[in-house]
């Protein structure tokens, strides 16, 4: 049932999708030489919830999933990093009715709508606002904070146009095409 806040299935979606997002962040990532930077497979999955239930979960999930994996795994929050994760998925999640994923189309089209959003917000969230909120919130050298965020950036938009337009193109393929069933 859905009313004027989030459906069930979205929140459900929510949890699972936070749940998910700590273990990927956590068992499925490659270190980078960076310190602390790793290359991190959860940015494809939280780009696909951010297109499967729009940019509120995107950013949740983000959110939730992050701040999580960093407090079981790390024992601490680095809260600059958890609210881009946060914004990263609401960025993506903005484009989830252009893209309309249910149709069951995930074309060229839509591929390079995805790409050019992910590139977007991974730009602006771990180029720009990540290394800021560090030298704002931790006072950490300039130096060292943008050289984490350039490769974090660039590692999540290669990770999320391969392996994200991957679960895409295949979550596509799972849905039933409109105008596809025809009586016989």
Same mark, same amino acid.
């Given at each position: 049932?859905?009313?004027?806040?989030?459906?069930?299935?979205?929140?459900?979606?929510?949890?699972?999708?936070?749940?998910?997002?700590?273990?990927?962040?956590?068992?499925?990532?490659?270190?980078?030489? $960076?310190?602390?930077?790793?290359?991190?497979?959860?940015?494809? #999955?939280?780009?696909?919830?951010?297109?499967? #239930?729009?940019?509120?979960?995107?950013?949740?999930?983000?959110?939730?999933?992050?701040?999580?994996?960093?407090?079981?795994?790390?024992?601490?929050?680095? &809260?600059? &990093?958890?609210?881009?994760?946060?914004?990263?998925? #609401?960025?993506?999640?903005?484009?989830?009715?252009?893209?309309?994923?249910?149709?069951?189309?995930?074309?060229?089209?839509?591929? $390079?709508?995805?790409?050019?959003?992910?590139?977007?917000?991974?730009?602006?969230? &771990?180029?720009?606002?990540?290394?800021?909120?560090?030298?704002?919130?931790?006072?950490?050298?300039?130096?060292?904070?943008?050289?984490?965020?350039?490769?974090?950036?660039?590692?999540?938009?290669?990770?999320?146009?391969?392996?994200?337009?991957?679960?895409?193109?295949?979550?596509?393929?799972?849905?039933?095409?409109?105008?596809?069933?025809?009586?016989?």
């Amino acid at each position: 049932m859905k009313g004027n806040g989030l459906s069930i299935k979205t929140i459900v979606a929510i949890g699972i999708g936070s749940a998910v997002f700590v273990i990927l962040g956590r068992f499925a990532s490659i270190p980078t030489g $960076i310190p602390n930077t790793e290359i991190q497979s959860a940015y494809a #999955f939280l780009a696909l919830m951010a297109i499967v #239930f729009g940019p509120v979960a995107g950013g949740l999930i983000g959110l939730i999933g992050h701040a999580l994996k960093d407090a079981i795994f790390y024992g601490g929050v680095w &809260w600059s &990093w958890v609210l881009v994760s946060m914004i990263v998925g #609401f960025l993506i999640g903005l484009i989830a009715k252009k893209i309309n994923i249910e149709a069951g189309v995930f074309g060229s089209k839509q591929i $390079i709508s995805f790409n050019i959003t992910q590139i977007i917000a991974q730009v602006i969230g &771990w180029g720009l606002i990540a290394p800021t909120l560090d030298i704002l919130i931790y006072a950490e050298p300039a130096n060292k904070v943008y050289t984490q965020g350039i490769v974090a950036g660039l590692s999540n938009i290669v990770t999320v146009g391969v392996l994200g337009t991957l679960l895409l193109i295949a979550y596509a393929k799972t849905r039933v095409q409109s105008g596809s069933l025809k009586a016989e």
